[in-house]
């Protein structure tokens, strides 16, 4: 599930070429064989949900001798590549630079309604709830100079994670909610407002988003216009 936002990542972020992108593509699907043949990991290493899952699969790796040794024939490409998509997921990089989120976004064409049974958990240790936290650098959507302190000093301010259009709507909706597009970093005071806020109060502000991220949803293939994001909404429940 992280392929194509690997790719998009290295080439749009790291500005890498398509060859190289596609050597690592190449040692990926290596590893993701060895992850198989030593019943690791039955998928790919792309098939992952959470940071704590990615580094188990690395400490597997490297104590297994059959794959150090191929790493090492294979010019450590095996594990640079493995590195390199770590990096990508811990979105340390993303956390340095200045990068327009929307860049990242994957294009999906809107499809109609159909049945979406995975309704995803929004875990503070998913890859891509971490990823949006560095590409907002820790700064609230709702507003960047929201200020919160850093209660559990973890060198940045303490900021949430929200999904705009709620999981619970999902089987309404034929691509996944869970992408980048879909995840709001806010601040505490501005988390709590928009669940229990006066309704006019929490409409003017899922307007502002809107208005921020109609393109991204709508490339997302999630929302093609502001009337099915307000339907969606609506039929949420969450929010009045
Ligand atoms: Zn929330
Ligand atoms: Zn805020």
Redesign the pocket.
Known sequence: MYEQLFVNYETRVMKRDLLETEDYLRSLRKVSQFLYVAKIKKDSIYDIDSLRELDYLYSKLIENSDFMKANIESGSKYLDAVEVYRTFCKGSLLEKYDIDPSILDCECPIKEESEFSIIPSQVYDKINVNQVLKLAHYK????DE?ETPNYLDTGHASMEVHYLIPLNVQPYVANSLDVYANILC??P???LHLHTGPKIDVRNMLEKIYIDRANRLKISGIAKDEETFWNLIEKSGEYF
């Open positions: 609230c959507d709702i507003d929201h806010i601040c005071s501005c988390h």
